[in-house]
């Protein structure tokens, strides 16, 4: 495995994670609901039109978990940069670490409450932020 492939499928992972923030963090007001309602309306498929966002609990948690993961994917995002270069191994198996413990708890938490389609999708979901980070980085650990 390359550096640099590591290093760009960092930002792919950033990207994944961060990708879903805009569409969390807009189901926070009722008019721009409906792309985090239908996102959650699919997650949880069948697809119909049974998921609302009218809640303003719901809402509330959507922004919360839209800020966590921008954050989440910046954070990714800056470990691909001068840190993987400095410790290649040691940021490979943090961003590991934080991308099965989402995908652990998330799974088990969508089939602890009744939807347990959202783990299949999750299974997609991490092998995409994975990738090619399942395997060593080059220069072990520094």
Do not use: C
Not at 7 to 34: C, H, I, Y
């Amino acid at each position: 495995m390359s550096h640099g492939l590591h290093k760009a499928w960092l930002k792919v992972t950033a990207l994944v994670v961060g990708g879903f923030a805009p569409v969390f963090s807009l189901g926070a007001m009722p008019r721009t609901a409906e792309p985090a309602r239908l996102t959650l309306d699919l997650l949880s498929w069948p697809l119909d039109n049974a998921t609302t966002y009218g809640s303003p609990d719901t809402r509330f948690l959507s922004a919360l978990t839209g800020g966590f993961l921008l954050g989440w994917g910046i954070m990714i995002w800056g470990l691909s940069g001068a840190v993987y270069d400095a410790a290649p191994e040691g940021v490979r198996r943090v961003v590991l670490a934080g991308v099965l413990a989402w995908f652990l708890l998330d799974s088990a938490g969508s089939i602890a409450s009744g939807n347990p389609s959202n783990a299949g999708f999750n299974v997609a979901v991490l092998l995409l932020a994975v990738g090619p980070l399942w395997r060593p980085a080059p220069g072990g650990l520094k």
